[in-house]
């Protein structure tokens, strides 16, 4: 390998470990969440002992992430991504050695703060480490292992607890913390943070209201929205069209592995100028709408063609939200903001599913896919309405628009 291979390979040997602790926030949420119903023993008794494990992890998540995205800030990304793994294993193992029902809510508990630290850290150094021209490929990348994470999470969960319980279970996630750990500690060089002066809560306030952070903000929380009902309730719509577990689980997969295959592709086409954020985020949001509109549709290809449709839209919008919210960003601030999208992003994913529940229940399952879809056509609109009123937002990650102002911007 010349000196100019070298060079290109060693931020991507850089970026492999932050790949990982994406996958490992996202398999450590769903390989337990999805098989605690599952679960026999006398930990989980009841759907509210079940309810209630299920929102630990994320109500950790929405409480947290934005302050540890500023600590990373503060302190430097690294350090938060390496304490937040060691938490994430330290609180795995919690459960593993003790195995009793209170010390699973502690490790779940544990297990959500930890993911609180190193996801936003994770998402900061995504963006630290590559230039902007490279933002699309870059998150396009680390959402395509989370949403591995995602995928594997409930099927290899599943035959770890078949095989040794939730003890087994938890005590892989406990390695898979250190061994993540380690090789950050090797491989991911220390960003220093940046120099930057006092910023007020009015100025937080200012810079989070701003358009060019609500619009790619509210577009990821539309397509995690989006995505968790599609996990949630395709299975109970292809159930109630007569339709058997395989092809339920055929959906859920199609739906993962679009979400996943469209996000490096959609980074790169970011990268060459082939689409802008603008244009990618309305077309995922139509795109996941259309998605939502299929799934109105009984029988297996109403059912297929909606997992499909969600899965390629919430594929374009992710890497591009984020790409966009780097763009204009000051860099000083990306743990902030990184953190703050991923509470978006968490509110999303516990909204979308709510609002749909709420509405099938008074009508039904199709009224509340038709609400949903509803409201994510519409989003483009508002978007773009938001967007021109501000010169801040970016077309693309490669010629990004002028930043938000830096503080010390705002007091001259």
């Known amino acids: 390998m010349n000196s100019a291979d070298a060079a290109q390979a060693a931020p991507r040997r850089q970026m492999w470990p932050l790949y990982a ?28 002992v079940l309810g209630g494990l299920l929102a630990l992890y994320d109500g950790a998540e929405v409480l947290l992430k934005p302050l540890f995205g500023t600590l990373a800030d503060r302190v430097g990304a690294r350090p938060v991504l390496l304490g937040g793994l060691i938490a994430f294993a330290a609180a795995s193992a919690a459960y593993a050695v003790a195995d009793s029902p209170g010390w699973l809510w502690a490790a779940r508990l544990g297990q959500g703060a930890a ?27 680390y959402g395509f292992h989370k949403s591995i994470g995602y995928t594997l999470g409930p099927l290899l969960g599943g035959v770890l607890v078949w095989a040794g319980g939730m003890r087994l279970l938890f005590a892989v996630l406990a390695v898979l913390g250190v061994a993540v750990a380690a090789w950050a500690l090797l491989a991911v060089p220390a960003v220093p ?47 109630a069209a007569g339709l058997g577990t395989i092809a339920t689980g055929a959906a859920v997969s199609v739906l993962a592995a679009c979400a996943a295959l469209v996000q490096p592709r959609t980074g790169r086409a970011l990268d060459e100028g082939r689409i802008t954020a603008r244009g990618g985020i309305t077309a995922g949001l139509l795109l996941t709408a259309a998605g939502l509109g299929c799934a109105m549709v009984p029988g297996l290809p109403g059912l297929l063609s909606g997992a499909a449709l969600i ?33 978006g992003r968490e ?53 990004p628009s002028r930043p938000l102002p830096t503080d010390t911007e705002k007091t001259t």
Request: aromatic share 6%; proline share 6%; glycine share 12%.
């Open 21 to 48: 602790a994406g996958f490992t926030t996202a398999f450590g949420a769903h390989g337990i969440a999805a098989n605690l119903g599952g679960f026999s023993e006398d930990a989980v008794t009841s759907l509210l």
């Open 115 to 141: 993911a609180s630290a190193f996801s936003p850290s994770a998402s900061a150094l995504v963006a630290r480490l590559n230039p902007a021209a490279k933002h699309g490929r870059a998150f396009g990348s």
């Open 193 to 239: 943070p940046l120099p930057k002066t006092r910023q007020t809560v009015l100025d937080l306030a200012r810079r989070l209201a701003d358009p060019a952070f609500l619009g790619p903000t509210a577009a990821l929380a539309a397509a995690t929205a989006a995505l968790s009902v599609g996990v949630g309730f395709l299975p109970v719509t292809g159930a």
């Open 311 to 343: 899965g390629a839209g919430t594929g374009l919008i992710t890497p591009l939200g984020f790409a966009a919210l780097a763009a204009s960003t000051p860099t000083e601030r990306l743990g902030q903001t990184m953190g703050a999208a991923e509470l």
């Open 347 to 399: 509110l999303g994913d516990a909204g979308g599913p709510l609002l749909v529940a709420a509405i099938a229940t008074m009508t039904s399952l199709t009224y509340g896919y038709a609400a949903l879809a509803f409201l994510l056509a519409i989003g483009p609109v508002l978007i773009i309405t938001m967007l021109r009123r501000t010169n801040t937002a970016p077309n693309n990650a490669r010629t």
